[in-house]
């Protein structure tokens, strides 16, 4: 009896050692030199050094001059990692109905005409999506050129020029990468 305990103790031991610290920490070292963008966070470092985000997570834009991402579902603050979570308000709540107009209003407010896609007043089940639709880029050129002091067609081309085509997502546009190209290209208002 003692020996089986003695066995199973040092399978125990020796199991815990190689899944629970040696297979993590070699995991980590070679995603951090195979691939240290993606290991790191996908931080994105503005001209300055400074970050300014993660392109796995969406931000707070809101100034009519950027284009606008998924709202966030996260309790408090925006886009708060540290709360993911859907809302879970169905789709007859009176309080999503509520958000869902004051979201609609608020793009109105900013100069969007139009339909306007559901990904624009809808939050993700995560509440952190970075991404909109292309459809939702697209609706949004007009006020942001508009804002920017830019031709329609040059903030369009840029769009296009963001968009990625996914065999299972369709195509979407990163909302922070678009607006850091936006600022790249300049108009009224280059900076955040």
Do not use: C, W
């Not at 991404?131 to 040059?154: F, T």
């Not at 990163?174 to 280059?190: I, Y």
Request: glycine share 12%; no cysteine; proline share 7%.
């Amino acid at each position: 009896m003692k020996e089986t305990l003695a066995r199973a103790t040092l399978l125990f031991v020796l199991l815990a050692a190689v899944t629970g610290v040696a297979y993590p920490l070699a995991v980590t070292l070679i995603a951090g030199v195979a691939f240290p963008f993606q290991a790191h966070g996908s931080l994105v470092a503005g001209d300055d050094g400074q970050v300014t985000g993660s392109v796995l997570i969406g931000q707070n834009f809101t100034a009519p001059f950027y284009f606008r991402g998924r709202p966030s579902a996260t309790p408090v603050t925006p886009y708060n990692a540290s709360h993911s979570g859907g809302s879970n308000l169905g789709p007859t709540n009176p309080l999503l109905l509520g958000q869902v107009a004051e979201r609609v209003q608020a793009l109105r407010e900013t100069g969007v005409t139009g339909p306007i896609p559901a990904d624009l007043v809808m939050a993700s089940g995560s509440g952190l999506d970075p991404h909109i639709s292309l459809d939702a880029a697209l609706v949004q050129v007009p006020a942001v050129a508009k804002a920017r002091g830019l031709p329609e067609e040059e903030v369009r081309a840029l769009v296009m020029a963001e968009a990625v085509d996914s065999p299972f997502a369709g195509t979407y546009v990163n909302v922070l990468s678009l607006n850091r190209a936006l600022d790249r290209k300049g108009g009224e208002h280059g900076g955040r």
